[in-house]
T-cell receptor, first 112, second 114 residues
Framework: KNQVEQSPQSLIILEGKNCTLQCNYTVSPFSNLRWYKQDTGRGPVSLTIMTFSENTKSNGRYTATLDADTKQSSLHITASQLSDSASYICVVIPYNTDKLIFGTGTRLQVFP | EPEVTQTPSHQVTQMGQEVILRCVPISNHLYFYWYRQILGQKVEFLVSFYNNEISEKSEIFDDQFSVERPDGSNFTLKIRSTKLEDSAMYFC????????????FGEGSRLTVL
């Protein structure tokens, strides 16, 4: 069964600190893996999109990595800001479909 | 910046009533989607729509659900006879290309079934 699991479930950090969120998936084969940011009660917003052949992708303070051999991805947030408080969701798209499979998300809270 | 817009933002309805959720996708996009998120749970795929027909649907999208693009700009999700378990946030999304294309989500329509 295609699954996307994330850890930790929630995370609290202080403003200015870095953090890394993890994603493990069983979807295979897949065409691409994405990270989304979702503020409470809002729609998801795309942060990064990586194809199966890419190892890393950056978007400002966000850097995603992908290891297709171990079926793991991570999202690294540098110099966190209060506005980074949100849920971060790992999403995998299986090969030959455009149906997104969402992970359980990591709830990040950044405190001053 | 173009965006996906959804109406209503919140709808409360009685069990058994019909509900129509509306979406205006980004104007030059060709692929349209509905997703839902039950409170506290992950986002789930409902249906994808391209070239005026359903291209893929999940097991959640049963005969109570239907989608339509009635006028070339709106994209609607109809729930024929709502159940308590239909209470969720429904997200519309659109993209220019399928598969690897970036997906843009609306802000969602919260449906509460009493």
């Amino acid at each position: 069964k295609n699954q996307v699991e994330q850890s930790p479930q929630s995370l609290i950090i202080l403003e200015g600190k870095n953090c890394t969120l993890q994603c493990n998936y069983t979807v295979s084969p897949f065409s691409n893996l994405r990270w989304y940011k979702q503020d409470t009660g809002r729609g998801p917003v795309s942060l990064t999109i990586m194809t199966f052949s890419e190892n890393t992708k950056s978007n400002g303070r966000y850097t995603a990595t992908l290891d297709a051999d171990t079926k793991q991805s991570s999202l690294h947030i540098t110099a966190s800001q209060l506005s980074d408080s949100a849920s971060y969701i790992c999403v995998v798209i299986p090969y030959n479909t455009d149906k997104l499979i969402f992970g359980t998300g990591t709830r990040l809270q950044v405190f001053p | 910046e173009p965006e996906v817009t959804q109406t209503p933002s919140h709808q409360v309805t009685q069990m058994g009533q019909e509900v129509i959720l509306r979406c205006v996708p980004i104007s030059n996009h060709l692929y349209f989607y509905w997703y839902r998120q039950i409170l506290g749970q992950k986002v789930e795929f409902l249906v994808s729509f391209y070239n005026n027909e359903i291209s893929e649907k999940s097991e959640i999208f049963d005969d109570q659900f239907s989608v339509e693009r009635p006028d070339g700009s709106n994209f609607t999700l109809k729930i024929r006879s709502t159940k308590l378990e239909d209470s969720a946030m429904y997200f519309c999304a659109s993209s220019q290309t399928a598969g690897t294309g970036e997906l843009f989500f609306g802000e969602g329509s919260r449906l509460t079934v009493l």
